[in-house]
């Protein structure tokens, strides 16, 4: 099992120090945001190497409002303009030797549909990532489709849906993940989303009921483990707890962010190597 962390959830805090503060709380590796203008992505690299990790995959950007970036868009041309957006971070993830991007079908944020019907929405998502599918393969990466409760993402939210997306996807280089976090708003059964997904799921995503770190709110987690060791789960899980604080969609929740992280960090990690190893 490979236990990484998102770096996104340490906010602003430099990459240099979240790489020491992960590599600090025992962590091997680290998932980072594919922020394809803001980084020097060879020293990315470097820099995770100097703290002794190495960086499992990249979390896709795809913030809304940035409708350039909604592979779901209603706009032909801003669905264009974020198929080349997505593929430039597949050309990211490879420069840092990893083995995934995240994709959120609809722009995080947009909990909205702008078709006629979910239907005219989930064909336009269909298609943009059926066209970043060859190029994952041609870089040897695959594209991890992620659901996103409903309050927070329109088009794929639980097992279900994710399901019915990789299969219309229907290409070798496409899976999926669950997220501990989303699970608890939208799936009826913990333990039978992952029995439902076992072929497809290549990630999971840990982080509690009230979004902080393992143990500290109300998820059943052995429900959880149950699952994933019936499917005989042996991959990437990856920490994305954030901060208490409003706003889901900004991690920085004050000065303090970086520290309280760090903590749920080891907590989190503490948990998951009780569970399997």
């Known amino acids: 099992m490979r236990y990484s962390i998102c770096s996104w959830t340490f906010a602003n805090t430099p990459l240099k120090k979240v790489f020491e503060m992960v590599s600090s709380a025992g962590y091997e590796y680290i998932d980072v945001q594919a922020l394809v203008d803001e980084y020097n992505w060879t020293e990315v690299n470097r ?5 002794s990790l190495k960086i499992s995959g990249l979390l896709g950007d795809s913030g809304w409002p940035d409708e350039k970036h909604d592979l779901a868009n209603k706009s032909k041309s801003n669905r264009d303009k974020a198929v080349e957006y997505f ?3 597949i050309e990211c993830v490879k420069v840092v030797g990893g083995d995934y991007l995240i994709v959120v079908p609809s722009a995080v944020g947009k909990f909205f549909t702008m078709g ?9 998502a269909i298609e943009s990532v059926r ?3 060859d190029t994952a393969k041609e870089y040897d990466i695959t594209l991890i489709i992620e659901p996103i409760n409903r309050y927070e993402s329109c088009i794929v939210n639980n097992s ?10 229907n290409h070798p280089n496409v899976k999926t993940l669950l997220d501990t976090y989303h699970m608890n708003i939208e799936e009826d059964d913990l333990e039978e989303a992952f029995l439902k997904l076992k072929d497809w799921v290549e990630v999971v995503h840990m982080a509690d009921s009230n979004r902080k770190g393992i143990g500290r709110g109300h998820i059943d987690f052995e429900k959880i483990v149950t699952g994933m060791k019936k499917i005989g789960f042996d991959k990437t899980i990856v920490v994305e707890c954030t901060a208490p604080g409003p706003n889901p969609f900004q991690p920085n929740k004050g000065k303090d962010t970086a520290e309280i992280m760090q903590t749920f960090a080891q907590e989190s990690l503490v948990n998951l190597k009780k569970w399997f190893n």
């Open 47 to 51: 820099l995770a190497e100097e703290s």
């Open 131 to 133: 066209n970043i599918a």
């Open 87 to 89: 593929k430039r971070q």
């Open 160 to 169: 279900d849906d994710a399901l019915n997306f990789v299969k219309d996807i």
């Open 116 to 124: 006629n019907t979910k239907t005219d929405d989930w064909n336009w």
